[in-house]
């Protein structure tokens, strides 16, 4: 006999047995509007009932080198949860209800326990969103990945009423800043973290908060929405706050934040001293607690924090919009 897929590094049959093995797992995160199993060619689904004009909001993104930390601590379910968070954080930043999400999944070999392990992390994240893991895609590419390690992309779709999208043009001078803590470094700024942390001598120490998943605020941001007088939302990513808030700043005016108002995690302290980060450069590169800001009509924002707090968050009062060039400021003389 030849050589086989095999014998190049590719078994279908286990490939096929890792997907047959998701669908109870997948099944945790169905909605009525699933019109498919896993392992079609396509995922159905249904747009929900009782929209009257329904646009839909696509996002898409990665966990990216945080997974080099899974790699190091053999754990490998909080990734999945932040592959999730970081798309459907973004999406609801328009206002949307994140429907479905899907995930690729590419690695050297297929390890059947740690791509379970991801996936659980994949649904336990599309649970907390509220939205179907819809399907996804499992590649065994042997040679291309290093042996153990693996690499995730998503893409989640939402909905929302056209005239509910949240569009900066409507932010204007007096609203105010209504911040939400993140859990930690989310999935950004790894690089330079573990530089710092992981090539030290403390760097047992700091694996698990690193694995921390990124927290998922979809519950919250929606509340707040039905709530009324939300402007504007920033998913506090890559380019930390001053990076993320200015994009949904309209010409002619200006934010300004106060980090006084919120903590400031132990971790990010570490990175700081260890690696003798400036204060810029943190905040270029962090969300420094920060994972999520609204930006609220003022005369709205007793109802907005109260409806937040109800859907489990806990809401900060962090700064304001005035009139000025479009730009972030920090309130000086605060770290």
Not at 50 to 62: E, N, Q
Not at 147 to 165: Q, T
Not at 270 to 297: K, P, T, W
Request: with cysteine; aromatic share 6%; glycine share 16%.
């Amino acid at each position: 006999m030849g050589t086989t897929y095999r014998d190049a590094g590719v078994d279908i049959e286990a490939g096929d047995a890792f997907v047959d093995s998701l669908g109870p797992i997948v099944a945790k995160t169905r909605r009525a509007e699933v019109l498919s199993g896993i392992g079609g060619f396509g995922g159905l689904f249904q747009v929900p009932s009782g929209y009257r004009d329904p646009v839909l909001v696509a996002g898409t993104d990665g966990v990216g080198t945080k997974l080099k930390v899974a790699f190091r601590a053999n754990r490998h379910h909080t990734v999945g949860i932040d592959l999730v968070a970081m798309c459907v954080n973004d999406i609801v930043c328009a206002g949307a209800e994140p429907l479905f999400f899907l995930d690729y999944f590419g690695t050297g070999h297929l390890d059947g326990g740690q791509g379970r392990e991801v996936v659980e992390g994949i649904v336990e994240g599309c649970v907390q969103a509220g939205c179907a893991l819809l399907g996804g895609e499992t590649a065994e590419l042997p040679g291309f990945y290093a042996r153990g390690e693996y690499d995730l992309a998503g893409f989640a779709v939402g909905v929302v009423e056209r005239d509910g999208i949240l569009d900066s043009a409507a932010v204007r001078a007096g609203d105010v800043l209504i911040g939400m803590a993140s859990s930690g470094l989310h999935s950004n700024g790894y690089s330079l973290a573990r530089k710092v942390l992981l090539e030290g001598p403390d760097a047992d120490r700091w694996v698990e908060p690193m694995l921390t998943p990124t927290r998922i605020y979809v519950a919250a941001v929606l509340a707040a929405v039905r709530a009324g007088g939300v402007r504007a939302a920033a998913h506090i990513t890559g380019g930390g706050i001053g990076g993320n808030l200015v994009r949904v700043l309209p010409e002619g005016v200006s934010a300004t934040v106060d980090p006084q108002r919120w903590e400031r995690l132990p971790i990010f302290d570490a990175i700081q001293e260890g690696g003798d980060v400036s204060e810029e450069e943190m905040r270029r590169a962090f969300n420094l607690g920060l994972g999520m800001i609204l930006v609220v009509d003022s005369s709205a924002a007793d109802a907005v924090m109260d409806a937040i707090r109800e859907a489990g968050e806990e809401p900060m009062l962090v700064g304001r919009i005035a009139e000025g060039e479009r730009a972030v400021h920090w309130v000086e003389g605060s770290a």
